[in-house]
């Protein structure tokens, strides 16, 4: 079991930068994957980026090479940054993580923090 703790969200405006945090609990956070995912108001979840063991990254179209996802083993913690926000990044965005570890695509993760807002105004 793993719990997930987000932080970081907020009102920025269009063109700027937030770093998402997430915190988890737990001794073996260095054997899972992490994930982040968004959740517009009115529109399915997303997919937005996810670090496997390894070191393998993947991002959704939407973001690629606006966001960077990185993780901290020794702090229990994975990150987001965003850069050049766009209003259409605006969402709630939740953390994610996959027990497994090893690359098998985003539709694993089944482990959720419990999100954080992100505004992004024009």
């Known amino acids: 079991q793993v719990q997930l703790v987000e932080s970081g969200g907020g009102l920025v405006q269009a063109g700027g930068s937030l770093r998402l945090s997430c915190a988890a609990s737990?001794?073996?956070?260095?054997?899972?994957?992490m994930g982040w995912f968004r959740q517009a108001s009115g529109k399915e979840r997303e997919f937005v980026a996810g670090t496997w063991t390894g070191g393998m990254t993947r991002y959704g179209d939407s973001v690629k090479g606006r966001f960077t996802i990185s993780r901290d083993n020794a702090k229990n913690t994975a990150y987001l940054q965003m850069n050049s926000l766009k209003p259409e990044d605006t969402a709630v965005y939740y953390c994610?993580?996959?027990?497994?570890?090893?690359?098998?695509?985003?539709?694993?993760?089944?482990?959720w923090g419990q999100g954080t807002q992100v505004t992004v105004s024009s």
């Open positions: 994610a993580a996959d027990g497994q570890g090893f690359y098998r695509g985003s539709n694993y993760f089944d482990y």
């Open positions: 737990g001794r073996t956070f260095s054997r899972y994957a």
